[in-house]
């Protein structure tokens, strides 16, 4: 499964528990667990570095932050990447050094991305609408996934 995941780009990984008692095996595996009825699941990211092409390196600051969806602050970030990307030569795309994610939240499947390079505001909106996936913001299974932005 880990295998399968890096090789498809998608750096979120969900599994059921069952029996319910493995929660803290999977949890020792590096999943955050969680119960929704009478279940349990357990989830993880992965840490997907990406291979940069020569280049310097331009700062970029992803975060993302629930919607009015949830019962969450809509001011403070569920995660916050800082890494950094090089511009892929001829094009204008820039490849993160490593792929960033955010599960959906269990109420909603919206999410709000920011993402800033340079000290600039490139995007502020939902993760799930056609500009954001002209970005380079794009749904997987479980959440949504950044390997590359692409720059209008």
């Not at 498809?8 to 595996?29: D, R």
């Amino acid at each position: 499964m880990l295998m399968a995941s890096v090789k498809n780009g998608n750096p979120l990984l969900e599994i059921q528990c069952a029996p319910e008692t493995s929660a803290v095996f999977w949890e020792s595996l590096g999943y955050a667990t969680y119960t929704d009825g009478y279940k349990v699941y357990g989830r993880r990211v992965l840490d997907m570095p990406q291979e940069l092409p020569d280049g310097d390196p331009i700062a970029v600051k992803i975060s993302f932050f629930p919607t009015y969806f949830s019962e969450l602050p809509r001011d403070v970030p569920l995660a916050v990447h800082n890494l950094f990307a090089v511009e892929i030569p001829g094009t204008k795309r820039l490849m993160l050094s490593h792929v960033v994610a955010q599960y959906y939240l269990p109420d909603s499947k919206w999410l709000r991305v920011e993402v800033i390079f340079n000290d600039e505001r490139i995007y502020d909106d939902l993760a799930k609408c056609d500009r954001a996936e002209d970005l380079g913001i794009r749904a997987c299974q479980h959440g949504v996934a950044i390997s590359e932005i692409r720059l209008p």
